[in-house]
């Protein structure tokens, strides 16, 4: 099993608790929708301070190649525009259990 992590933080030219919301929104709506996707959530930073992210993905999948899968399928694909629209930063971490 592969966990897929990323957190950004929002840009402050918009409502950060919209932003927030539509980025839960747009990820979490790809759940069932991507072959090897086992479980995807989205966390709201709900504890203000300087060094934290404003969201995190927590994302599973099967296998390397079904993250790879995800990565490249056309749904996620329409989603990465406007998650980066809303953002000015993102770090992620991939590992294998």
Do not use: C
């Not at 090897?36 to 992210?53: K, W």
């Amino acid at each position: 099993m592969i966990k897929h992590i990323v957190a950004w933080r929002l840009n402050d030219n918009n409502d950060k608790a919209a932003s927030a919301a539509q980025i839960k929104e747009l990820l979490e709506g790809l759940r069932g929708q991507i072959p090897g996707l086992l479980h995807i959530e989205v966390g709201v930073n709900v504890v203000p301070d300087a060094n934290a992210a404003d969201v995190v993905l927590y994302s599973e999948f099967t296998d390397l190649e079904a993250l790879k899968t995800y990565q490249a399928h056309p749904l996620h694909q329409a989603v990465v525009p406007k998650v980066k629209a809303l953002t000015t930063e993102r770090r992620s971490v991939d590992y294998e259990i």
